[in-house]
């Protein structure tokens, strides 16, 4: 057991850390971060001299379909070193795509992937590193944050499992504001809106640590303050990188864990086919308005970091003020579909909670998602 004195951050029930307090590592949990973040505009341009440092020689770009010309040019930095671009990577990481990329980095004899894009692209990265010798570097477009992590969602038979491994942290993070300035308003909110999802749950998830709550903090701050500002000027360079800034404490209070709201957002991706920053975007004010009876100090300082009464209703207020979705019936879903995602959801409970999940609180959850109306505590009372 180790002592924390005057922290003044949260502990696990909720209550504030504070002279004397104890705080415990949960289970001795340790969860590492990529060695080396490398950041500012014009970042990217250094992407040979960080595959040199890992004495690789032969460097394949990953990337989506749509990030195909972003990933070329990262390609053309790296000249001799590069063998190629592999523009297949999609979202939820299909199973059948890792394993045709695991052959094919072997048949190559790859050392060393670039990952270029958002979450699609790291995570076909993380799934090849899971099950190879092939390192790899994320150079992040957007403000997924799953670079930062040893996490990665596999879906297989339509449902994404979640794999944990060190084997899976990028080597080198490289995070140039410059290369989000392409990235569409819309995607920038729904995207922000995930990278808040994490700093979020990180604050509660019983795995949680005071240095991650501290990331998390700052996280919601920088995203609260640079976000609007993307939204009025899409080439405001310094409000792209407060915004990527907030992403990369969001990825790295990441690393701590992840309970009911990735459950119900990787659920929403894999299952029903809703893009993964979407999924978390509609489902972060209703899950938080879930859990703020479990943790309300936590949940008091999230409300007081986004200027509003509830944590619930600041992130709903800010998430429409930003253009990003918060309602599942304008993605596709109906009330049918609430008894199947229930089930699909409470099979990825992992016990780190605040409040104890069970099928009746996922449906109330779910069922106020799909009306899209601003959620209130009664709503989700125990």
Known sequence: MERFEGTGL????????????????????YNAMPPRIVFGAGAAARVAEEV???????????????????????ADRLGGLCVGVYPKAVSQVPIE????????????????????????????????????????????????????????GITIDGVKRMHTSLRMLARTVIYDPELT??????????SA??????????????????????????GIRALSEGVPRVMRDPADLQARREALYGAYLGGAALTGGFALHHG????????????HATSHSVALPY?????????????????????????SGGLYDFARSVGAPVCLADQGMTQGDVERCTELVIETDNGLNPRPVDAQGVRLILEAALSGRRPQARMFAA
């Not at 300035?181 to 729904?190: F, H, R």
């Not at 119900?264 to 893009?275: K, M, N, Q, R, T």
């Not at 879930?290 to 009464?309: D, K, Q, W, Y």
């Open 181 to 190: 300035l392409g990235l569409p308003v819309q995607v920038s909110a729904e």
């Open 264 to 275: 119900v957002a990787h659920v929403l991706g894999a299952s029903y086919g809703i893009p």
């Open 287 to 311: 899950v938080t308005a879930f859990n703020e009876s479990a943790c309300p100090a936590i949940m008091s300082r999230v409300a007081r970091s986004l200027g509003a009464e509830t944590a």
């Open 193 to 218: 809106m995930n990278a808040m999802a994490h700093c979020i749950e990180a604050l509660y998830v019983r795995t949680a640590s005071p240095v991650i709550a501290m990331a998390a903090l700052e």
């Open 97 to 152: 795509l890792a394993r045709a990329a695991r052959a094919y980095v072997t048949e190559c004899g790859i050392d060393c992937l670039i990952a270029v894009g958002g979450g699609a692209a790291i995570g076909l990265a993380k799934a090849v590193a899971l099950e190879t010798d092939c390192s790899y570097i994320a150079v992040p477009s957007t403000y997924s944050g799953s670079e930062m992590t040893g996490f990665c």
């Open 52 to 74: 040199a440092r890992l004495n690789a020689g032969r460097a394949l770009v990953v990337c989506t379909p749509g990030r195909n010309e972003m990933a070329h040019r990262v």
């Open 10 to 29: 949260m502990s696990r029930n909720g209550n504030e850390w504070s002279g004397g307090a104890d705080f415990t590592t949960p289970g001795d949990i």
